[in-house]
């Protein structure tokens, strides 16, 4: 194990193989985990270059290792931390709103609430209660362009508190999450996805066998060229048990579809598509 002894310094990395947003904020959640390392001030696809502040020893193996469970690489096979000086930083200076509405106070005026030892602890749920099932949400998530898209937000989905699962699925443009509905739901999760710089849109879950539930998704259709071929994706469609109406834009390349939930998926309705020649996304 090769170490680096340092005293809150900044360090530059070298690091082939990132080329978008997504690229850096996977090396950027990945280096945040490495022992030594206090923060990632910047992540550069352009240059290749991700810089880091560091205190106390800094294993620059247990580095390349982070680097590389991003799916990139260390130019050069090896971590070097070269020593970069960074610019002095500009204090915030925080001025109270003159309309009194913003949530800004004084220190002094925050007051700090105790717990009394007297009071009785309420539980979160009631003795003999059984515990909420795990919920499922599907959202289509717009902006991603590569593995590194999925993986950032596989990962900020995942660290919600009560979620339990997340897979994104980047040919349909689709996330899937389990979760503790008692303590996350769809709203957060959906704003989690936003903060990673992508657009989710919920989509509606299946409903109960026999509630007449009716479905609706609008899909991206690539690779239409004339009338017939809107016809073909239209009657290709309409072929599908558990659609009820798949209205075809060739100008927009648009595809309107209202369907039972259970009995046929947004997964069902893409893959006729591209079984009919073309290919479909979940627009957003």
Do not use: Q, W
């Not at 009785?120 to 898209?149: F, K, L, N």
């Amino acid at each position: 194990m090769e170490t680096m002894k340092t005293n809150n310094e900044a360090f530059r990395i070298s690091i082939d193989g990132m080329h978008c947003g997504a690229c850096e904020k996977l090396v950027t959640m990945n280096l945040t985990g490495v022992d030594g390392v206090e923060s990632v001030v910047a992540a550069d696809a352009t240059a290749g270059t991700a810089t880091i502040m560091a205190s106390g020893d800094v294993d620059t193996e247990a580095v390349a290792a982070a680097i590389r469970a991003a799916g990139f690489e260390p130019t050069g096979g090896s971590v070097t931390l070269e020593p970069v000086e960074l610019p002095e930083p500009v204090a915030d200076v925080v001025e109270a709103c003159e309309t009194g509405t913003c949530p800004v106070m004084p220190e002094d005026d925050v007051v700090e609430e105790t717990i009394s030892a007297e009071e009785p602890v309420v539980a979160a749920t009631a003795p003999g209660a059984v515990a909420p099932d795990t919920a499922e949400s599907v959202m289509a998530v717009g902006g991603m362009t590569c593995a590194s898209c999925v993986a950032v937000v596989e990962k900020t989905v995942s660290k919600l508190p009560g979620v339990t699962g997340a897979t994104v699925n980047l040919a349909t443009e689709r996330l899937t999450a389990t979760y503790d509905p008692a303590v996350a739901d769809v709203a957060a999760i959906a704003a989690a996805v936003k903060s990673a710089g992508y657009e989710p849109m919920p989509l509606e879950a299946a409903a109960p066998a026999g509630s007449g539930s009716v479905g609706k998704v609008t899909l991206a259709v690539m690779g239409m060229t004339c009338a017939s071929c809107s016809a073909v994706v239209e009657k290709t469609l309409g072929k599908l048990a558990g659609v009820t109406t798949a209205s075809v834009n060739l100008a927009n390349e648009t595809a309107a579809i209202e369907f039972d939930p259970t009995v046929v998926g947004v997964d069902d309705l893409i893959g006729a598509i591209k079984g009919a020649g073309y290919d479909a996304i979940v627009k957003v």
